[in-house]
């Protein structure tokens, strides 16, 4: 290894990994993981870094690191020996072994240390390993840091047994102006990247890991590594080219997430259709151009009304864009075309008449058609509304909603266009003049579609959405179709995060408990209820915990992304996981009281309550046992306690129930420090238990107090 990799300056990595196109998704997660494992991977090595950066474009990963220490640093090391006992003898003097032992490990034997350990006393050898090169280190981590990176589907490639997203094409490791030794699925490292695809197939020669001369020596072969640029200069041409037709480009967040990584070098333009075409519904011109063609539509400026003009990103500079424009264009047309067929074929039958057409088309395995499904809906819609005491005529709707939901599954333009489910529902029941209410709830239902997704608007809407995702979760556990593992083929991990939303947000809905939810839900897969289709047999007990269980787990998630601790998590939950709003509320209220002054009384009536009221056999308490003035008073204490946490749990009001609880800590601590509780007469030691048990159950209504650090 060359000198200047070893001296002592900091130096900076590049690490540049070329492959074949990575698909978007993959390879946003693909940098994320990156940076991470390479930041934790050198921090475990002990090598010292300013800054972790990993960039990337279709085509390569690369990892950037800046300011890394040159070497390992150093550590103590402790060595264990012999015992004392047999390190010395009885006047002190070593022994051989412990002569042998202070000589191999090269020190004196008279700075050996002795250490009490759990089997007793030891003799310790200190010992300072000195760090290795950053090279060294680096030949060896680099390999793994790149293997580790997760995609959701890997492939092999050649004779080897190598496995990544893409076959890999070249490898680039420098630290420094040094070539690193490393090799990863079969490709040795070397310092030549490679341009743009056709732009600049040529070999690209990096002469140093300097990250600037690298996005520079890029650029020139039209490729822009930076991720965040390539966002900044899509952004602004897409607006540019936008305004230039008399619009304003809608970006929509997700799809610019996508083009950045499906451009290396980006030039945006536009592009025209027939005006004509606006005469579709805006969901079906919007997806045509958003999904299927990665298009960002335009718009008037200042309003959401479309114009007949989208704004496409191609790979490459400006050269040859007519041909690239006229090519997309016959594109758009050609798919504006089918789609107004389809819309023009659906609009000659309502949308009520397709709902027979639901008994040809399989729900899930097992659980029967969606004609099937739809009954299903009907009843837990109706059941849902019905607990709420919703007046006649909004039943009505909610009835109507239900009946009408998946029918424009069996429409032509939701067959070709899936993503339009619902709001192609929509749009046809407002043609057909069902009422506005009912149209909206139809595309509302598979709202929140995402875990940052909107949810629905209305109220009819998020009924049918819960009865929805409640009645698949039930028939998928009931049917053994739960996920496993990393696999979840149904989707269900989604619907529960959208079941415990839709749950959790403030209004009516979020009063029908999980478990009463659940339980309706299953009964609609079982006899009487069950329609003849329907061909799963299950213990509903049994399938309930299970999806208690699940749901329990994917609320934990939600509450750590939200920031809570897992011990206010868990401590929440022991005490009840079906009200979904309450939980929430309990969570809030538990994190501010251990913020707060209270926080230490609360948390010390519990613990010393708690401490001996597992050993009450029963929470009776008898006051003319009272022997000492300490159990009155608690006594007493107690109940004024209770009075005052029973309204304010009524009112939701968490911190006046804390209060109520903090207010027992003299009266607790007064009858532990002067009542022997262990007394023993049996009567009377069973009834001061009593009182404790009533004092930690008292305090353990929001939350096991006994999860949380103590005060």
Same mark, same amino acid.
């Given at each position: 290894?060359? =000198? ?13 990994? $070329? ?15 990156? &940076? ?40 103590? @090391? ?12 009885? @006047?002190? @003097?070593? =022994?051989?072994?412990? %002569?042998?032992?202070?000589? /191999? ?11 009490? =350990? ?16 950053? !090279? ?39 630290? $420094? ?11 040795? !490292? ?18 140093? +890991? ?7 020596? %890029? ?16 952004? @602004? ?29 980006? =030039? ?35 309003? $959401? ?98 009946? %009408? ?72 556990? +009931? ?109 809030? /209220? ?27 056999? &029963? ?83 929001? /939350? ?8």
């Amino acid at each position: 290894m060359s =000198t200047s990799v070893q001296a002592e300056r900091p130096l900076d990595l590049l690490v540049e990994l $070329g492959c074949e196109e990575i698909p978007a998704d993959d390879a946003r997660a693909a940098r994320r993981q990156l &940076a991470e494992r390479a930041g934790t991977a050198l921090a475990e090595a002990g090598l010292a870094y300013e800054l972790v950066r990993a960039l990337g474009t279709p085509r390569r990963l690369a990892l950037v690191v800046r300011g890394l220490a040159p070497r390992q640093q150093a550590r103590e @090391e402790w060595v264990r020996g012999p015992s004392r006992a047999a390190a010395f003898g009885p @006047e002190g @003097e070593p =022994t051989r072994a412990a %002569l042998g032992f202070a000589r /191999a490990q090269g020190v004196d034997v008279a700075d050996l240390v002795v250490r009490q =350990t759990p089997q007793g006393e030891y003799v310790f050898a200190r010992k300072i390993i000195e760090g290795k090169p950053a !090279a060294e280190v680096l030949v060896e981590l680099l390999p793994g840091i790149l293997g580790g990176i997760e995609f959701r589907r890997t492939m092999r490639w050649g004779a080897g047994d190598h496995r990544f997203v893409r076959p890999v094409k070249w490898l680039v490791a420098l630290l $420094g102006e040094e070539v690193l030794p490393v090799s990863f699925a079969g490709v040795r !490292a070397g310092r030549v990247s490679y341009g743009h695809r056709f732009l600049h197939p040529e070999p690209v020669e990096l002469a140093s +890991a300097d990250e600037e001369a690298y996005r520079q020596a %890029l650029e020139r072969a039209y490729v822009i590594v930076d991720p965040e640029e390539r966002r900044h200069r899509i952004t @602004e041409q897409v607006q540019g080219v936008a305004a230039a037709v008399g619009g304003e480009a809608e970006i929509d967040p997700e799809l610019l997430d996508e083009v950045v990584d499906l451009v290396e070098y980006p =030039t945006a333009f536009t592009g025209s259709f027939a005006a004509e075409m606006l005469e579709l519904p805006r969901d079906v011109l919007v997806t045509t151009m958003k999904v299927h063609q990665r298009y960002f539509p335009v718009c008037k400026p200042g309003g $959401g009304e479309l114009l007949p003009y989208f704004v496409a990103v191609r790979n490459g500079d400006d050269r040859h864009l007519d041909t690239v424009r006229r090519g997309n264009e016959r594109v758009i047309r050609a798919r504006l075309a089918d789609a107004r067929f389809f819309y023009a074929q659906d609009r000659q039958r309502r949308l009520e008449e397709r709902v027979p057409e639901l008994e040809r088309v399989s729900f899930l395995p097992g659980l029967g058609t969606l004609l099937d499904k739809t009954g299903r809906l009907q009843r837990l819609a109706g059941w849902l509304a019905e607990r709420l005491d919703l007046p006649a005529a909004e039943r009505e709707l909610v009835a109507r909603a239900a009946y %009408l939901a998946k029918a424009d599954l069996v429409t032509a333009m939701v067959y070709e266009f899936t993503e339009l489910a619902g709001r192609m529902g929509r749009e046809y029941a407002l043609l057909d003049g069902e009422p506005r209410e009912v149209a909206e709830a139809l595309a509302e239902q598979y709202l929140p579609r995402g875990g940052d997704d909107e949810l629905p608007a209305t109220l009819l809407g998020r009924l049918l959405a819960i009865a929805d995702r409640a009645d698949t979760l039930a028939g998928c556990f +009931a049917a053994g179709l739960e996920p496993t593992g990393s696999q979840d083929p149904y989707g269900l991990r989604r619907a529960g995060v959208g079941l415990l939303r839709l749950l959790a947000e403030p209004g009516p809905a979020g009063a029908v408990p999980l478990d009463a939810l659940l339980d309706e839900a299953l009964a609609g897969y079982r006899p009487p209820l069950a329609s003849p289709g329907v061909e799963v047999r299950f213990d509903p007990a049994e399938v309930r915990a299970k999806l208690l269980d699940f749901l329990a787990a994917r609320l934990r998630v939600l509450m750590a992304e939200a920031g809570y601790a897992h011990d206010v998590i868990q401590a929440v939950l022991v005490v009840d996981r079906t009200d979904v709003p309450g939980i929430w509320a309990r969570a809030r /209220a538990v994190a501010e009281l251990l913020a707060s002054p209270v926080a230490g009384d609360v948390l010390t009536v519990h613990r010393r309550a708690a401490n001996l009221a597992g050993r009450a056999e &029963a929470d009776h308490v008898d006051p003319a046992l009272f022997r000492e003035p300490e159990e009155g008073e608690l006594h007493a204490a107690l109940q004024a306690a209770r009075e005052a946490a029973e309204r304010a749990l009524a009112a939701r009001d968490y911190a006046g129930y804390f209060q109520a609880i903090a207010r027992l800590r003299p009266a607790v601590d007064a009858f532990l420090d002067r009542v022997l509780v262990m007394a023993e007469d049996p009567a009377l030691r069973a009834n001061r238990l009593a009182l404790l048990k009533r004092v930690a159950d008292l305090a353990s209504r929001v /939350a096991a107090l006994g999860n949380l650090p103590a005060g």
